[in-house]
């Protein structure tokens, strides 16, 4: 399955996004092969940065280092991907400011929706940050639950346990951009919410 003939926006109807921007994976996998799907905030504003783009883009770069603050040994996205990680965004397209409006959120929720569904095998879902929790809240309350994760600052809610349908939901910190790097506490976080959503699933 090729995610990116799956999955798209038709209308593009957000005001607040770089459209020019605008990517979904185009990546070819099993679905039965992933069992954690990993959501970030936006679209790079270059989609040579973006996860799956050729070479070392910013979003690998990152995500690595995540992954193997985690304990893991991995150098690539692909060596991810073959831990049964798949990583996506919540808004496919790039930002223009620092904050995404909520509008914006809930519109590319509905591609996030599809994209989800798509992976009916998944156990766990890691969301990097505020508008992946948003985004993930608004398929919840589409489907007729309750919000999945509370309203409150991050690190007062992660570490608990919650739950979407048959899947375990981790909100954790965005783990792509210039301040993965620079607030150590908080990629202790995104280390500790990865490890335990790997432990879930193996």
């Known amino acids: ?85 798949y990583l996506t965004s919540a808004v496919k397209c790039g930002k223009t400011a620092y904050g995404i409006k909520s509008e914006t959120v809930k519109a590319c929720s509905f591609i996030l929706q599809e994209e989800i569904a798509l992976f009916p095998d998944v156990k766990a879902f890691l969301l990097m940050g505020d508008v992946a929790i948003k985004a993930f809240n608004c398929i919840a309350l589409r489907a007729g639950d309750r919000r999945v994760i509370p309203a409150g600052s991050t690190y007062k809610i992660r570490g608990q346990k919650y739950r979407f349908q048959e899947s375990r939901v981790f909100p954790s910190y965005l783990q792509v951009g210039p301040s993965f790097n620079i607030e150590k506490s908080k990629r202790r976080m995104i280390a500790q919410d990865i490890a335990a959503a790997l432990k879930l699933v193996r």
């Open 1 to 85: 399955m090729r995610v990116s003939r799956c999955i798209g926006c038709k209308t593009f109807p957000c005001v607040d996004v770089k459209k020019d921007a605008y990517i979904v994976p185009d990546i070819s996998l099993k679905p039965e092969d992933i069992s954690i799907i990993l959501i970030s905030e936006s679209a790079p504003a270059s989609p040579a940065d973006y996860y799956y783009a050729k070479g070392n883009p910013s979003f690998q770069q990152t995500t690595v280092q995540a992954f193997n603050d985690a304990g893991l040994r991995v150098s690539s996205v692909q060596d991810i991907v073959n831990l049964g990680v």
